[in-house]
């Protein structure tokens, strides 16, 4: 259990340093949904084990070992999730929990089995890419749609991996996934509705289910 929420740490850590570096502790107590005593508590005990600098009120950043271990648990969860759906049946709004548990306990000879089984995949089933095993990872563009204008193109490239089970059916249920070509028709104020169209039928998203959706590069439509 104690590996378990270290891996758990140095994995949000890593998330979280794609948009703040270096992290602070109340924002990754804010992940974790802990108190930000527990947060400095872990950070410290992080540090002293060589997984990550800590400055007081400056924020914590991965070291390289702290950084390996974070994409050695992202490649096993995202290889976790495309066996689940691919293999098991398991709808893409179940695959993350389940992914959640197995990540900490399977050995690098199973992912290795997933990964040969599964063609050696770059992306888990939302999109997100997959860490390869020399922690190596296909770097895509992701510009979240409401930040799209009208006339807009773009392809969907992820939805965020931690959007919850009910939203990625709604999502499914419009055909908003990854790989999807989609065009901005209207943006509503005030973070209102987003109206897109997929090969030509209009879709209407709400506000905060469009902010989890991310798309590649843009053009604006002739």
Known sequence: MVQQSIEDYLKAIYLLALS??????????????????????????????????????QGVTLTPNGEKIALRVLRYHGLLELFLMQELDYGWDEVHQEAEQLEHVISKQFAERL??????????????????????????????????????????????DDTDGELLIYLEELGLLPGVTIKVCATAPFEGPITVSIDG?????????????????????I
Do not use: C, W
């Open 201 to 221: 039928a209009e879709k209407v998203v709400g506000y905060r289910a469009a902010g989890e959706i991310m798309t590649n590069s843009v053009e604006e439509a």
């Open 20 to 57: 703040e570096s270096p992290v602070r502790t109340t924002t990754l107590a804010n992940e974790r949904e802990v108190k930000p005593a527990s947060v400095t508590n872990m950070v410290q005990k992080l540090a002293g084990q060589g997984l990550v600098q800590y400055r007081k009120h």
């Open 115 to 160: 990964n040969e089984l599964l063609g050696s995949p770059e992306f888990d089933p939302h999109g997100e890419p997959i860490p390869q095993a020399d922690g190596s990872l296909t770097v895509v563009e992701a510009v979240p749609l409401i930040d799209l204008s009208p006339g807009t193109e773009a392809t969907i490239t992820r939805i965020n």
